[in-house]
């Protein structure tokens, strides 16, 4: 009895996990978040920033890095309410405030401190830690895995 | 069996009216332009490209991202990330939506200009972009 209910509470908490569970999968296939975000950079899976993250990105869109990013309001309401829904559960604050660059965030500097030629981020081919597709090959499927991972021609190690 | 038919004929329909051909916007700027000045001379692909290709005070120029040979695809200027070509030649997707085709002029009017474009230098620039083969 007790040895199926540990598998039972295994199966329901496997269930529980989301879709990057092995790690670096995302699922970032909402089709208005597609269309209106990925068509200048690549869908950043919306667990890499908090809810009160997304919230803050998406009050200022109209100047969004440098650029006019406006949407129409049901159109933002959506993908609003999809980043709020897949949000990360890390806290992604620096001195109180929601921070808005991933690139940023204590877990991307983590991730990406080892290992990287020191100018990766300005390198042509890469021109932008922004531009996670450039290492990132399958980064437009919220594939984040090593096996998509190779570094653009020209950069060394 | 029928009815489902209908509404599907009906759907059809409806979306057949609400696409636009690049063509309808050239009209539609030219004509508002006109309405704004009398002694409006019609647009002009020339200053279209001259327009597209030059800097307006900012940082960007439309050519920055959608390069100076818009049958080609870009890359957009600060992710990298790629652009598919502009010109409804190398295209057939661009310029066939009304609520698209405002959306990105609102925006990278604001990029490029720190304005919204006037109707003659969207008139200009649609004409410049179905020049171009």
Redesign the interface.
């Known amino acids: 009895m007790k040895k199926s209910l540990m598998l039972l509470s295994g199966c329901l908490l496997a269930a529980a996990l989301p879709a990057h569970a092995d790690g670096k999968r995302y699922d970032v296939r909402n089709p208005a978040y597609q269309a209106e975000c990925a ?4 869908a950043y899976p919306p667990q890499l920033l908090s809810a009160a993250s997304w919230r803050e990105v998406m009050n200022g869109l ?1 100047k969004h ?8 309001p049901a159109v933002h309401a959506e993908i609003l309410r999809y980043l709020e829904a897949n949000a990360g559960r890390r806290d992604t604050r620096a001195a109180g405030k929601p921070q808005l660059r991933i690139t940023e965030t204590r877990w991307f500097v983590h991730e990406h401190s080892e290992e990287l030629p020191r100018d990766i981020w300005k390198h042509p081919a ?3 830690a ?2 996670c ?2 290492c990132h090959t399958a980064a437009d499927k919220g594939d984040f895995s090593e096996s998509s991972l190779k570094l653009p021609k020209g950069v060394r190690k | 069996m029928r009815i489902s038919v209908s509404l599907f004929l009906l759907a059809v329909a409806s979306t057949a009216a609400f696409a636009e051909a690049p063509a309808d916007f050239l009209n539609a700027y030219a004509q508002e332009a006109k309405q704004q000045n009398p002694g409006y001379k019609g647009p002009s692909p020339q200053q279209g490209q001259r327009f597209f290709t030059s800097l307006h005070g900012h940082e960007w120029s439309c050519s920055s991202c959608h390069t100076s040979n818009p049958v080609t695809a870009g890359r957009h200027e600060v992710t990298n990330k790629v652009i598919e070509p502009l010109a409804p030649s190398a295209n057939a997707a661009r310029f066939t939506r009304q609520a698209k085709v405002d959306k990105w002029f609102k925006r990278n009017c604001n990029d490029v200009l720190g304005r919204a474009c006037s109707a003659e230098e969207k008139a200009d620039v649609m004409a410049y972009l179905l020049s171009v083969k």
Do not use: I, Q, R, T
């Open positions: 068509s200048c950079h690549v109209d890095f440098g650029s006019d990013a406006s949407l129409e890469v021109k932008s922004a531009n597709a450039a």
